[in-house]
């Protein structure tokens, strides 16, 4: 099956610093990469979905400056959590789908971020 | 309104035993498919089986088994002779819309966690 890695797969930072999550697909093209945010024993929340070469689409109250997303190629998306705060701190989960694969979004392992 | 509900917020069943985990789902598409995933403590999400609303015979894979009700709106997955690595939070999802080319976005449920008793 096709294969999504995320880095780092944990994070600690300090209040007021920013942190880069990457997320790629190893084995295929992803043409439609998705951010997720997880507090803990709750579900996913979609935070945005990012097409390659074009810009993220954002679900309502998510903050477009805060959570700064960039899908540079097809094999690679990033979210950037600009001047972290503690209740950022969560559990960031991006999926992935291409062209050939319509019914199945294939996830990275996730990044927990704790920001002090 | 709850696209994807699961009313089961957490389950227990004894080792070597089945159980259903419930998914009851809403949308007045026609062409819709069906997940479920399993997120153990480690937190990835692992895909366990799809259905798509066409498809007339229930998934199946291995141990897992999907038990579409359509007319009742309701995906329901069975695993059969429970295993200790069975333990973990169980996700159903719905995609919306023909998967044609363009993306799709899935809606999840709450989840159901799942205990797996020796």
């Known amino acids: 099956g096709a294969v999504v890695s995320q880095h780092p797969s944990w994070v600690i930072c300090k209040s007021g610093t920013s942190v880069k999550i990457e997320c790629r697909s190893l084995d295929f093209q992803a043409t439609t990469m998705f951010w997720y945010r997880q507090f803990p024993k709750q579900s996913l929340m979609l935070m945005a979905t990012s097409n390659e070469g074009s810009k993220a689409t954002y679900e309502q109250g998510v903050e477009k400056d805060k959570f700064l997303i960039n899908h540079a190629s097809l094999t690679l998306s990033t979210l950037t959590v600009t001047s972290a705060h503690p209740e950022d701190s969560s559990f960031y989960i991006c999926?992935?789908?291409?062209?050939?694969?319509?019914?199945?979004?294939?996830f990275g392992p996730g990044t927990r971020l704790t920001v002090l | 309104a709850q696209k994807i509900t699961q009313t089961q917020p957490g389950m227990f069943v004894q080792e070597k035993e089945a159980v259903t985990l419930d998914c009851t789902y809403d949308?007045?598409?026609?062409?819709?498919?069906l997940f479920w995933y399993k997120q153990p403590s480690s937190g990835e999400m692992i895909f366990l089986i799809y259905?798509?609303?066409?498809?007339?015979q229930n998934a199946t894979e291995g141990r897992y088994s999907l038990n579409f009700q359509k007319a009742r709106k309701s995906a329901n997955l069975v695993i059969s002779a429970s295993q200790l690595g069975d333990s973990a939070m169980y996700f159903c999802?719905?995609?919306?819309?023909?998967?044609?080319?363009?993306?799709?976005?899935?809606?999840f449920g709450r989840g159901t966690s799942l205990i797996v008793h020796p």
């Open positions: 999802a719905m995609r919306e819309g023909l998967a044609s080319g363009g993306s799709y976005i899935p809606t």
């Open positions: 949308t007045s598409d026609q062409s819709y498919g």
């Open positions: 999926s992935a789908t291409d062209r050939t694969h319509y019914n199945e979004q294939f």
């Open positions: 259905q798509g609303s066409y498809d007339e």
